[in-house]
């Protein structure tokens, strides 16, 4: 999984919605658009797993990139609190 690769129609979690797509010798191809099935353009494509990102880029070979914050980046301004919410917590501010 070291680089991002599309999505093919021949992945075993691609669907499409129309159920337009269908193998044609060695490619598959679309009864919507009677042409090849082009994941990356096809508005009626989908994954089951999820995993279809745009561009038809699929989201099994992406890497997860996590950031880690500061606490002080985390707690912004306080919040003010009225009514009920005022009630049930108790305090003025809420951080």
């Keep these: 999984m070291a680089q991002t690769k599309n999505c093919s129609p ?4 691609f669907k ?3 159920n ?3 193998y044609r010798r ?3 191809w679309c009864r919507w658009t009677d042409d090849a099935c082009n994941v990356a353009n096809c508005t009626y494509a989908l994954c089951v797993k999820r995993r279809l ?7 099994e070979t992406v890497k997860r990139k996590t950031v ?20 049930k917590i108790g305090d003025r501010e809420l951080f």
Aim: overall charge positive.
């Design 16 to 18: 499409c919605v129309k």
């Design 53 to 59: 990102l745009p561009r038809g880029v699929c989201g």
């Design 68 to 87: 880690e914050r500061e606490p002080e980046e985390v707690i912004s301004k306080s919040v003010k609190l009225r009514g009920k919410a005022l009630r």
């Design 10 to 13: 021949s992945c075993q979690f």
């Design 20 to 22: 337009a797509a269908f």
């Design 26 to 28: 060695d490619v598959v």
